[in-house]
């Protein structure tokens, strides 16, 4: 069984840092990539940050140049460091893993996210 645990969130002002960690766990995978995802109340579900297992990565055009998602194979966590936070990064964060099971399509696994709240 494969599990997703996203750590780290919290309350911070404005122009604060804070740094979040997502935790796989399970057997029998292949990990294909790993990406945040934030979700505001009323809002769908967005992409914030990617990175594959080729070390690539992506960012939403909102947080480019003050986010940096990074990963620790040894340990299958990934981490979502967030420094100069604005109010509009409020919102819940959602870990997915995308990975295969053998000769099975990939499938997305997510965590039970985790709340950012920037305070003005």
């Known amino acids: 069984q494969v599990q997703v645990v996203e750590s780290g969130g919290g309350l911070v002002q404005a122009g604060g840092s804070l740094r979040l960690s997502c935790a796989v766990s399970?057997?029998?995978?292949?990990?294909?990539?790993m990406s945040w995802h934030r979700q505001a109340p009323g809002d769908q579900r967005d992409l914030v940050a990617q990175i594959t297992t080729g070390g690539s990565t992506d960012y939403a055009d909102s947080v480019k140049g003050r986010f940096t998602i990074s990963r620790d194979d040894a340990k299958d966590t990934v981490y979502l460091q967030m420094n100069s936070l604005k109010p509009e990064d409020t919102a819940v964060y959602y870990c997915k893993l995308l990975a295969s099971k053998g000769l099975r399509p990939p499938s997305a696994y997510w965590g039970q996210g985790t709340q950012v709240t920037v305070s003005s």
């Open positions: 399970g057997s029998g995978f292949s990990i294909i990539s």
